[in-house]
Structures are given as C-alpha cells and as structure tokens.
C-alpha cells in the first residue's frame, strides 16, 4: 500500500516541533508489512529541499507562499487575519492543489491522509475528486474550534467532512464538535495520537521522591510554542504569584515564540529569573527528558486539540494542571491525576500547585493514575493499528 501524507506542518531543522505528531504517526505505520511505501507533501516554509529522500519515504517541499515570522514557527491561524493573510493563504492553497495532482499523476498512490481540515484537507479532498483516491482526514484542534468564529469557515469543514471517504479526530470533544457542524452521520473513529513506547529509552531520572528540601527544587514544566494561545500571560502571573509564597520551585518553560521577548521581559521586572528556566526551543530528545524529570507538568492554553505535551507528561506519571479545554478533560482526569482549572484562575492554579507539591502521597496517587491512563489510552502502538484497519478497509486491501 502506498500512501500519501499531506500536512500543514512536518518538524524540520528550524522548527523541530512543528507537528512532531504527524512525523511520529508516520514512524509508526512505516513498520507495517502493509505500508510499502509512504510519500509526503508538506510546506517548504525554511528553504529546505524541494526533494528530500530517506531511507523508508520521500518529502516533497512545495512553496508555500508565506513569509516566517521572525521566529521561525508556523501558525497557519495567523495568515487568515487581514487581506494579506487572505492573499498568503489563497496562494498556499494552489500551490499545494497543484503539487498534490503533479505527484498523485506521477505516483502509484492508493490513499491520501491529510492533516488538518484547513488548507492541507481541503486540497486533498478536491484533488481526490480529480484523480479519484480515496481519503483519510484526520483534525487537530484548532481547524474545527475555529469554524465558531466564521460561517464560511464552518461551510468548507462542512464540506470537507462530508467528502472524506473517513474522519479521524484526536478526542471525544472535536467529535462530538465534528458531528455537530456536519449535522449527519459520517464515518468516523476517535483515535488518540499516542505516545511511543521507546521515548523510555531516554536518560534515566534520579528518584524525585528521594529529595532533600535544602538542596533540590520542584520542577514544574511547560512545553508549547510561545503564542498568546497558549496562556503565556496566565503562566507568567501564575509563576509571579507562586514566587510569593514559596521560593523551592522551577519553572522549565520549553517553545520559542513570538512571545519570547514578552516572557523574558516579565521575567527580568519582576525578579523572577530565580524560578525559571527558558530552554527556547529543544530537540524531542532533550524535552523529553526535561519532562520525565518534572515533579509537575502545567497547562495554561485558551484552547487546545489534545496536547501532545501533555499526553507525554501523562505517560511519565506527572500530575498536571491544566485548563480544562479541547480533550485535555479525556487524559487529565480531576483530582485523579492532577485538576482541571479555567482560564484565568491563578488562585485556584496555586492552590493545585501547593496541594501537589506539599504532598508526596498526592504526588505519587496522581503519578500512578497518569500512567494507568497512559496504559489505557495513549499507546501509540494501538492507535497505529486502528488506523492501519481504516486504511485497509478503505482501499479494500
């Protein structure tokens, strides 16, 4: 079988998390005996090659017409703002369109599975209507929570769910928001990210429960791209407010963004750079060993798919604190393995913080729970077959 996988984002030497999850999806199902073959279409936003070849699948870089923030992290979000956006947008949906027919007319192709409903969704369907593939779509998030904020937008989600051949959300709530949209039944299946057995293979951490106060200090840890969507001004007040009551704690923050300037400016007025630790922007590897070597793991986003942070933290056996949005409700279960808080609520944050970190019994309740969790929902290997299943049954393989 061979498949093609078009995304909106693929992790590259510049921007090494811009969707991890679909790179990781990919690792998996190359190991299948039925997957003999994996092509990827993705933007070339970093002047990469257009042509990339690996040992077990080939990328395909098309231009996509958008200019980088001086970051150097893509959010597609931003190109729908203002006519400019409309323009970038217009010309990196042809772009795509084109280069999707180009390798659809040249390769033997028996499936498509596109990431996100908008654009990379959309130009998947319409040029499986051309070529007459079959389709596999799967959303993240914020392509279905945005369609609140504009009817056109929610007309082409419309569309596209209606014309895929299957739907794949990543939890209960996009289905559920899915399904509320396209108001009829369509075929899908919730099917979690996962998580790969093999990030245990990473550096062993020293038992954290076997601390001396005078000497070690809680981690707490934060891993996202530096965007006001991800609560940075929450997280920060929170970390300042915290600062006042007790001084036996870090704050590893992981992501680059174009709130980094923002976030170290509030760090260095208000005198907090003796609880915080700015990594910027690390390889997978290296973040994940800070978060296997956290006490506790927060969440402070205004609105989020299923994280895939904190499906890791998860996996580690961290508590977490967490905003209770997208399905972060599905693996963050309250007051099992961590809370669930609003957005805003910096009391109440610091009441769960100071709950966790003062007892070890919470601490290792909760760490236990997460891993059940983990055990129950978020082995990548399951969620691997299952899609392989849609796959097969698709294309009557």
């Not at 504009?150 to 990543?170: E, G, H, M």
């Not at 983990?374 to 399951?382: D, F, P, R, V, Y």
Request: glycine share 4%; proline share 3%; charged share 25%.
């Amino acid at each position: 079988m061979h498949i093609l996988v078009v995304s909106n984002q693929f992790p590259s030497k510049y921007s090494p998390f811009s969707g991890i999850f679909v790179y990781d999806q990919i690792q998996s199902l190359k190991n299948k005996n039925e997957i003999k073959e994996i092509t990827i279409l993705i933007p070339n936003y970093f002047l990469e090659e257009k042509i990339e070849k690996k040992k077990d699948f080939i990328i395909f870089r098309f231009n996509p017409y958008i200019k980088i923030n001086e970051n150097k992290s893509p959010l597609l979000r931003n190109l729908f703002a203002g006519v400019k956006g409309k323009i970038h947008i217009t010309l990196f949906f042809f772009s795509q369109l084109y280069n999707l027919l180009k390798i659809l007319k040249k390769e033997n192709i028996d499936l498509i599975h596109a990431h996100w409903v908008i654009p990379s969704g959309i130009t998947s369907i319409l040029a499986s209507m051309f070529m007459r593939k079959k389709i596999v779509l799967t959303s993240h998030g914020s392509d279905i929570s945005m369609c609140d904020d504009s009817i056109i937008l929610k007309l082409i989600v419309r569309f596209a769910l209606k014309n895929t051949d299957f739907y794949i959300p990543i939890s209960n709530q996009m289905r559920n928001k899915a399904l509320e949209i396209v108001k009829e039944t369509i075929p899908l299946k919730r099917i979690y990210l996962g998580v790969h057995d093999d990030i245990y293979d990473i550096n062993k951490p020293s038992d954290k429960n076997n601390r001396n106060s005078k000497e070690s200090k809680f981690h707490i840890v934060f891993v996202g791209f530096l965007y006001p969507i991800k609560g940075i001004d929450f997280l920060l007040k929170i970390i300042k407010d915290l600062s006042l009551i007790r001084n036996d704690f870090i704050f590893d923050i992981v992501g680059d963004g174009e709130l980094m300037l923002f976030l170290k400016n509030f760090i260095n007025k208000n005198n907090l750079y003796k609880y915080v630790k700015i990594h910027g922007s690390l390889t997978h590897f290296e973040t994940l060993n800070i978060i296997k070597q956290s006490d506790l793991a927060i969440q402070t986003s205004k609105s989020e798919g299923l994280s895939v942070f904190l499906q890791e933290a998860v996996y580690f056996g961290l508590p977490v604190v967490a905003t209770d949005v997208g399905g972060t409700c599905e693996i963050v279960k309250d007051r099992k393995n961590g809370f669930l808080i609003k957005y805003g609520q910096v009391k109440k944050a610091i009441e769960d913080i100071n709950l966790i970190l003062n007892n070890s019994d919470t601490r290792n309740k909760f760490s236990k729970k997460s891993m059940r969790i983990a055990q129950k929902k978020l082995n990548s290997e399951i969620s691997t077959n299952k899609i392989l299943k849609i796959y097969k049954s698709i294309v009557k393989y």
